[in-house]
């Protein structure tokens, strides 16, 4: 089975009171109820019965004289020493207490009496992190998915002890601790005061702390760790598939037990609903730098927008452009020199280029004179071959190729209109036997008298 279901780290400070000659009298804040980041849940009746186990429960430790500081739970319960006890008057009570993270928790608070005439290390107890051990043959419990998180539901169980912890051990309760009323109050002084300064400052217009309601950051490493670790449940023997690492806005870092290697898992949060999704997983790596090598990456990272990804193409990129770059500054050079010399050759014939430019300005005035004249030659002369068809067609097939003249010649325009008279009157074109086609009656007409007027 695994322990973590049974232990839970939390926080140890503020300062000692003497109780008597030997004993130190403190305040410890143990646990708060609900959903933990060792994945259990505390319901308000498994909360009951922890506190009625409370009584003489003992404040453990293991010191290491090398290290100077406590270390962590010991291979078995018996190692370490008894460096205090929950006294069976304690004055136990429900304190609300604002985590580092900007949650404010209820925790469950009782005095404590520390050995601290016994053993010159029970003093540093405060201070340190500490936890609520359970007793393991007392506990039962099961599995149920709350509000979308899979939970171990706590049904039964009592105390074994306060375990004091090293300053490398993470806790579990955010805000638990042995603390003093004196140093309690201390904050809560500091609190008004804080307050009352701001306000002042702010000329009597700020407000009052908010208080986080949001899915907060030991929620989703709850919710994530049900999620990665499906195996981990009695029937798969408390299999534990996945270790998280680090948890960021986006994704969390974590280690697979089975394979050894480190992925990023991307998630999403619906805070309306308590819950987290695991969209993707890749693997990833963990790099071994040192600080100028970090400084390098750091570097190159922001060079290619934030991101390793894709680097060696533009590490290659780059190489062909560095070479691109220099093929051109060579052309370019070229280039120069030969606008050098033509700038040279310009000067010298100015005039020359002068005079040539008032020939070409004179010539394109003639041109443009020319193709005036044409166009109008040219536009009596479709002008005349409507005349000639609009006895004999209708006003609306004349008008529909008046509108287009510039898109036939006049050649094309009169075999157009041709064209448009057979369809209208095929009787036009009817041959007389013996004789050929039907003469009209004025055989120069139209467009050919129109260019009589030009014939020389």
Not at 166 to 181: H, I, K, Q, R
Not at 215 to 227: C, E, R
Request: glycine content about 6%.
């Amino acid at each position: 089975m695994n322990k973590n279901i049974f232990e839970f780290p939390v926080v140890i400070y503020g300062n000692l009171e003497k109780f008597n000659d030997v004993l130190s009298k403190a305040r410890c804040r143990i646990f708060y109820k609900y959903g933990n980041r060792n994945g259990t849940y505390i319901t308000d009746e498994f909360a009951e019965k922890l506190i009625s186990s409370l009584h003489y429960v003992p404040v453990k430790g293991i010191y290491d004289e090398d290290e100077k500081d406590f270390t962590d739970h010991g291979k078995s319960r018996g190692e370490g020493r008894i460096y205090g006890i929950v006294p069976e008057t304690n004055n136990f009570a429900w304190e609300k207490h604002l985590d580092e993270d900007g949650v404010e928790r209820e925790y469950a608070c009782a005095d404590v009496l520390i050995f601290t005439s016994l053993y010159s290390e029970a003093s540093e107890i405060v201070g340190k992190a500490q936890s609520m051990e359970l007793f393991e043959p007392t506990l039962k419990y099961h599995f149920e998915v709350i509000k979308g998180v899979k939970w171990a539901v706590f049904e039964d169980g009592c105390f074994l002890g306060l375990q004091a912890l090293g300053d490398n051990v993470e806790p579990c309760f955010e805000g638990s601790a042995f603390y003093t009323l004196q140093s309690s109050i201390e904050q809560i002084v500091n609190k008004i005061k804080e307050y009352t300064l701001n306000y002042q400052l702010k000329g009597g217009k700020t407000e009052m702390p908010k208080i986080n309601f949001k899915l907060s950051d030991d929620d989703k490493f709850s919710a994530l760790w049900s999620l990665l670790n499906t195996e981990y449940n009695e029937e798969s023997g408390w299999m534990v598939t996945y270790g998280i690492v680090s948890i960021y806005d986006a994704y969390a870092v974590v280690r697979s037990y089975e394979t050894g290697d480190y992925e990023r898992v991307y998630y999403t949060k619906d805070d309306e609903k308590d819950s987290v999704t695991i969209n993707n997983k890749e693997k990833c790596f963990i790099v071994d730098v040192s600080e100028k090598e970090k400084a390098t990456l750091d570097t190159l990272r922001g060079l290619n927008g934030g991101s390793y990804e894709l680097v060696s193409d533009s590490l290659t990129n780059a190489q062909e452009n560095s070479e691109k770059v220099l093929e051109f500054s060579t052309k370019i050079e070229e280039l120069n020199t030969s606008i050098s010399t033509l700038t040279t050759e310009r000067d010298n014939s100015i005039t020359e280029h002068s005079l040539a430019k008032e020939q070409i300005s004179t010539l394109t005035e003639e041109l443009g004179s020319l193709k005036v004249y044409k166009l109008g030659i040219e536009a009596e002369q479709k002008e005349a071959v409507l005349v000639e068809y609009e006895a004999q067609l209708s006003d609306e097939v004349i008008e529909t190729y008046r509108k287009k003249l510039t898109d036939y010649t006049a050649l094309e325009l009169d075999k157009e209109l041709a064209y448009e008279l057979k369809k209208t009157n095929p009787s036009v074109f009817t041959k007389t036997p013996g004789t050929g086609y039907v003469p009209k009656d004025d055989p120069r007409g139209g467009i050919e008298e129109i260019l009589l007027k030009y014939k020389k």
